[in-house]
């Protein structure tokens, strides 16, 4: 057998362990949200910065399945990354010499809105899965996602908060890892380094945990230590166009914040005060409408046009009968080629509304804000919310490698010829419409403590440089931050082939 049909073979054969890692990622916040936290519980578990139970059991599991050669090869990084690595020491090649692949995959999900699911798609939990004995209710469901397959295969779909986003990725990370180290001594490993890391925090902070690793794990560090591509593998299935996309770009992302500080004072009496709110609500209805009309948004023809919604809010008063104080709103910035976060900014700070507010006698203050939260490891970023867009070129021989990659070890397992959201022989190149950490690797060209060699081939982008990205990864981009969430399990063993495969193509090329 050569190398495709061995990865194959043992991909195949990874589908239940990769089945059972990620439903018990899935379900162990269950084991906590309910809990008080005298008694360990945790009603954030799962979420950004609440991390550590399901991470702990995915160390346990990377070094029970064997995807690790020792168990001191998987450790936490003080951000509270979980970080592996595999490689073949005895292949006779300098470490420097080799090429280095990262993998990243993030951890935490968004909020599970777990009462909801009950209410609204039936048998169906959060974290639980489907519930024995309950009906599902189909309608609800097809009618909330973006796409599912037809009712006779729902046997093959894997529900509940983080199966589409994007857990089902990182089990396939740790399942590739295993793969590469049975079949080292077959070259699978042969002049490849591929460090994997299971991310936190990315749902709030996108791009923090690489913010971490590509800052300080290539300061200082030799060739070894620097990428010379990077796979995410964030879901990449479109409901309308397929499963496993290969993704080679998305839009770039940062959060405006305007604070409007009035004047407060009894309800009874509003011409004593300055109401934030009801002049916030105005600046509110004027961006939203600007957007509507592309007013100040450029277009790409790959990327596709920057977007802006209003995304969180905060109302400081001192009661329901009262002028506030003080209204704090973001504004979710999407950014596209051709777009800065300096512009960005000044389009909100310039809205006729704002002046009127100033002019009224209330103070506007429009930026970008800091995120602070620490870490599940008590690790505070302290980083701005601007999160860079990035693409590789078509061209780049990572893309290649990947298109390779694909007719070899994932068409092999596509049954049929898919429509809609299913999966498709042929492999089709694209981009992300949402954000993934890939805007936390791209690093200042002008950074004089990180050498990259020329022989890395990165990316340059204005101010920013970055190795290849792309990104393939199981779920349906459409389906992810829904109730009634799920994979398609049959997407597992593709994108487990996939990652196994890859270096050793990437390195052959």
């Not at 070094?63 to 073949?88: H, Y």
């Not at 090429?99 to 699911?117: K, N, P, S, Y």
């Not at 986003?165 to 399942?175: E, K, N, T, Y």
């Not at 993704?247 to 300055?274: A, D, L, N």
Request: glycine letters at 12%; aromatic letters at 8%; proline letters at 7%.
């Amino acid at each position: 057998m050569g190398l495709d049909d061995r990865i194959l073979e043992l991909a195949r054969q990874s589908l239940p362990d990769a089945t059972e890692l990620l439903r018990e990622a899935i379900r162990i916040p269950s084991d906590y949200v309910d809990r008080p936290p005298e008694t360990g519980g945790d009603p954030s578990c799962g979420l950004s910065n609440h991390e550590g139970p399901r991470l702990e059991y995915l160390r346990a599991k990377i070094v029970e399945l064997g995807a690790v050669d020792r168990p001191e090869d998987v450790s936490f990084d003080a951000f509270g990354n979980l970080c592996w690595t595999v490689q073949d020491p005895d292949d006779g090649i300098a470490p420097a010499d080799k090429t280095v692949i990262f993998f990243d995959g993030h951890t935490d999900t968004v909020q599970a809105l777990r009462h909801r699911w009950r209410e609204t798609a039936g048998g169906v939990d959060a974290y639980d899965g489907l519930v024995e004995g309950v009906e599902l209710d189909r309608d609800f469901l097809r009618q909330e996602l973006g796409y599912l397959p037809p009712d006779d295969e729902w046997n093959h779909l894997l529900w509940g908060r983080g199966s589409a986003d994007q857990l089902g990725g990182v089990v396939c990370q740790i399942l590739a890892s295993r793969i590469l180290l049975q079949l080292k001594s077959e070259g699978a490993l042969r002049g490849v380094i591929v460090r994997s890391f299971a991310t936190v925090a990315e749902e709030d902070n996108d791009g923090g945990g690489p913010m971490y690793f590509m800052r300080n794990e290539l300061t200082g560090g030799g060739p070894e230590k620097v990428p010379d591509v990077l796979i995410l593998t964030e879901g990449t299935g479109s409901s309308a166009d397929g499963a496993l996309g290969i993704y080679r770009g998305q839009r770039g992302r940062m959060q405006i914040e305007v604070v409007i500080t009035g004047k407060s004072c009894h309800g009874s009496m509003p011409w004593e005060g300055r109401n934030p709110l009801e002049f916030g609500g105005a600046i509110l209805a004027e961006a939203a409408q600007r957007y509507r009309d592309g007013v100040g948004f450029a277009d790409d023809p790959f990327l596709g046009a920057g977007s802006r919604t209003a995304s969180w809010a905060r109302l400081e008063t001192p009661s329901d009968c009262a002028v506030p104080e003080r209204f704090i709103f973001r504004l979710d910035r999407r950014l596209t080629a051709g777009e800065d976060p300096q512009s960005a900014i000044a389009d909100v700070d310039q809205l006729p509304t704002v002046a009127a507010a100033r002019a009224a006698g209330l103070t506007v203050e429009v930026g970008c804000p800091t995120y602070d939260q620490p870490t599940w490891t008590g690790y505070r970023p302290g980083n701005r919310q601007i999160y860079p867009g990035w693409v590789t070129p078509e061209e780049h021989p990572a893309i290649a490698a990947a298109v390779d990659t694909y007719r070899r070890v994932v068409s092999p397992l596509v049954e049929g010829e898919g429509t809609e959201g299913a999966m498709r022989r042929e492999p089709r190149v694209s981009r992300w419409v949402f954000s993934t950490d890939g805007v936390g690797v791209p690093l200042p060209v002008d950074d004089p403590e990180i050498q990259i060699p020329d022989s890395k081939g990165w990316v340059a982008s204005g101010p920013f440089r970055h190795p290849a990205m792309f990104g393939i990864g199981p779920g349906i981009e459409h389906n992810t931050h829904k109730i009634g969430e799920c994979v398609d399990t049959r997407e597992l063993a593709p994108v487990i082939a996939f990652y196994a495969r890859f270096p050793s193509i990437l390195r052959r090329s």
